[in-house]
């Protein structure tokens, strides 16, 4: 099938330009990283597919995954691969939405 060598090669080919000083840094540092989800039985399979075809120094790679993975929020954006799966975004994403729940409570009138 060949799909993740096809995304290797389109992350080495398109790499992000250097975005100019005039941007802001807080904008500067969180665009740089390419977000790969994946099933978690394939996240070592990406690692691994990363490590033997591109050239060592050429992609920096992350994989966000893990009980310690809140650790690492600030580095994210120093990678230029993040490799995560679906349960992960599952789980911070709830955790996220979460925060802005209201209870909200059920009045019935009794006449």
Same mark, same amino acid.
């Given at each position: 099938m060949g799909k993740t060598i096809q995304i290797i090669s389109l992350l080495l080919c398109r790499p992000f330009p250097p975005l100019p000083q005039s941007v802001p840094s807080l904008v500067r540092s969180s665009v740089c990283s390419t977000l790969i989800v994946t099933p978690l039985a394939a996240l070592l399979q990406w690692k691994s597919e990363l490590d033997r075809f591109v050239v060592p120094g050429r992609l920096s790679v992350l994989i966000y &995954?893990?009980? @310690?993975?809140? *650790?690492?929020?600030? *580095?994210? &954006? @120093?990678?230029?691969v993040v490799l995560t799966t679906y349960q992960t975004v599952e789980q911070d994403f709830r955790k996220q939405t979460?925060?802005?729940? !209201?209870?909200?409570? !059920?009045?019935?009138?009794i006449h």
């Open positions: &995954h893990g009980s @310690q993975r809140r *650790a690492l929020h600030s *580095a994210l &954006h @120093q990678y230029d979460n925060k802005h729940k !209201v209870p909200c409570e !059920v009045l019935t009138r």
